[in-house]
């Protein structure tokens, strides 16, 4: 239910009469908004394989052309397609997973969340190439978020291999992708 935001808590005081819509402002507004708070889930398309090259520490963004839900409208898919832009302040959780193609069993790979094109927030992952599978490189934390911050994902790889295709397939068992959900006001 986009544009419904958290109320403020109400200071009760004695002699205040509850009425309706003290009531649906105080209990109804809060209740919808926690149970439908802002949330996304954005992929990246198995068909449309981002090519990462192989650097000497240099992360790239990942771009995320899909959607399975985004409540609040924060992420498009044509138009910095690898951001999800703040619509309603508080703490997020956020996690995103990066899965890279099993062409090269060399080196590592790594994810991390960038915020606002310039700080790295805490919660990176890195992983050795597995031998024979696509790796995964997760990243998960907390962030609290104002109106109009965003966030990215971002990931690496140093493998012999060069470019190293992100991967996904069409059933979304693993995908390169990132969650972004509201977890409280402050």
């Known amino acids: ?3 419904i935001t958290p109320p403020t808590p109400y200071n009760w005081n004695v002699g205040d009469v509850a009425s ?10 809060g209740l919808t908004f926690l149970l439908n708070p802002p949330y996304f889930f954005g992929y990246q398309l198995s068909a449309t394989a981002q090519a990462i090259a192989s650097s000497g520490g240099t992360f790239v963004t990942v771009v995320l052309d899909a959607e399975l839900v985004d409540t609040e409208g924060g992420h498009s898919t044509t138009t910095n397609n690898s951001r999800y832009t703040c ?5 997020y959780q956020v996690d995103g997973a990066v899965t890279f193609a099993a062409t090269s069993t060399t080196g590592f790979r790594a994810a991390k969340f ?3 094109g310039g700080s790295t927030v805490v919660g990176s992952e890195t ?9 995964t490189a997760r990243a998960s934390t907390d962030v609290y978020l104002n109106v109009g911050d965003y966030i990215e994902l971002q990931c690496l790889q140093n493998s012999a291999a060069n470019p190293l295709n992100l991967t996904s397939n069409a059933a979304l068992d693993y995908a ?10 402050t």
């Open 20 to 29: 309706s819509s003290l009531l649906n402002a105080q209990l109804y507004n």
């Open 176 to 185: 390169t992708h990132m969650r972004v959900r509201w977890i409280a006001a």
């Open 127 to 135: 992983m050795l190439a597995a031998s024979s599978f696509d790796t």
């Open 114 to 116: 960038l915020l606002n």
């Open 87 to 91: 619509q309603i302040a508080g703490r």
């Open 1 to 3: 239910m986009p544009g």
